[in-house]
Antibody, heavy 120, light 108 residues
Framework: EVQLVQSGAEVKKPGESLKISCKGS????????IGWVRQVPGKGLEWMGI????????IYSPAFQGQVTISADESLTTAYLQWSNLKASDSAMYYC?????????????WGKGTTVTVSS | SYELTQPPSVSVSPGQTARITCSAD??????AYWYQQKPGQAPVLLIY???ERPSGIPERFSGSSSGTTVTLTISGVQAEDEADYYC???????????FGPGTKVTVL
């Protein structure tokens, strides 16, 4: 079964660092781009960026460039999203999703999400 | 950058047809994709490349495109179709993704 398993919920304080993960299984992990999507409670989906595990090529949304770091470890079949200086405004649900190899640019498999709460 | 426009909400009675539009100039050149998100759940891909349906997605979900507008049609709406629906596309190079603001479908 193709799946993306995300790490558990996090509660952090402003200024702290954080790295959440997304482990792929059931498919050739290096071949598929993995994207990250933010969803603030009660709001819509926001594309943050995408990484190709095979060569670590990474593209950021201009809105998130410099705010987060996206990476992947091919050997661990895991993608990551990290912050070095969390803010309260980073509180949200974060989804990872796989970009399909079939046809266009759709995200065909999604993780269940990781809730990040940043509060003093 | 560019934005996709969706109606905030659509209401439909069971068994009727719901149509959700998504508009942007970019859609004349780029494909659109549709996702369904139910409360407390991750999004699910419904339609790709304007009108293709992944395996496992019911036939009552269909997509179409005309000019700057793409449309997700739900035929014979069921209570379980109550959810938020998002369109998505990319820039001309496929580098940057963008999601629409989402449409909440309410089944009366």
């Amino acid at each position: 079964e193709v799946q993306l398993v995300q790490s558990g919920a996090e509660v952090k304080k402003p200024g702290e660092s954080l790295k959440i993960s997304c482990k792929g299984s059931g498919y050739k992990f290096p071949n598929y781009w993995i994207g990250w999507v933010r969803q603030v409670p009660g709001k819509g989906l926001e594309w943050m960026g995408i990484v190709h595990p095979g060569d670590s090529d990474t593209i950021y949304s201009p809105a998130f460039q410099g705010q987060v770091t996206i990476s992947a470890d091919e050997s661990l079949t895991t993608a990551y999203l990290q912050w070095s200086n969390l803010k309260a405004s980073d509180s949200a649900m974060y989804y990872c999703a796989r970009r399909s190899l079939v046809g266009g640019y759709q995200l065909d498999v999604w993780g269940k999400g990781t809730t990040v709460t940043v509060s003093s | 950058s560019y934005e996709l426009t969706q109606p905030p909400s659509v209401s439909v009675s069971p068994g009727q047809t719901a149509r959700i539009t998504c508009s942007a100039d970019a859609l004349t050149k780029q494909y659109a994709y549709w996702y369904q998100q139910k409360p407390g759940q991750a999004p699910v891909l419904l339609i790709y490349k304007d009108n293709e349906r992944p395996s496992g997605i019911p036939e009552r979900f269909s997509g179409s495109s005309s000019g700057t507008t793409v449309t997700l049609t739900i035929s014979g709406v069921q209570a379980e179709d109550e959810a938020d629906y998002y369109c998505q596309t990319t820039d001309s190079t496929g580098t940057y993704y963008v999601f629409g603001p989402g449409t909440k479908v309410t089944v009366l």
